[in-house]
């Protein structure tokens, strides 16, 4: 939970406007194991930099499990983490240590309409 005293949930236009959104592509953003992609490793640093940044409401686009196809958008396990960006406790862990620095985040899901098939009858 945010230190700063704000209610958790607020009109998205007066949280953009009032902290800035700043989209962040995981890939290139923070390298924290040093193998040269952009990670959810070391998730203090990654918070100190945002919180330097002065950025308070980063969008991450998506991190989630995906056979990336289209750039992560075609999540193929939404409670997986893509390993190259780390573990869900790594994400975790970077919300938490960005909440202490009064940093919201926003994870980009996009979730596709799945066809229905009801076995109930008419």
Do not use: C
């Amino acid at each position: 939970m945010p230190t700063d005293g704000e209610p958790l949930l607020r009109p998205a236009a007066a949280l953009v406007s009032d902290r800035g959104l700043y989209e962040i592509l995981v890939r290139g953003f923070y390298d924290g194991n040093g193998d040269g992609t952009g990670d959810s490793g070391r998730s203090h640093g990654q918070a100190r930099l945002l919180q330097w940044l002065g950025r308070r409401l980063p969008l991450l686009l998506p991190f989630y499990q995906s056979p990336l196809r289209d750039g992560g958008y075609d999540i193929s396990d939404f409670w997986t983490v893509l390993p190259e960006y780390g573990d869900l406790a790594d994400a975790v862990e970077l919300v938490e240590e960005s909440h202490k620095r009064g940093i919201r985040v926003i994870a980009d899901l996009v979730i596709e309409p799945q066809r229905r098939t009801s076995t109930r009858g008419s």
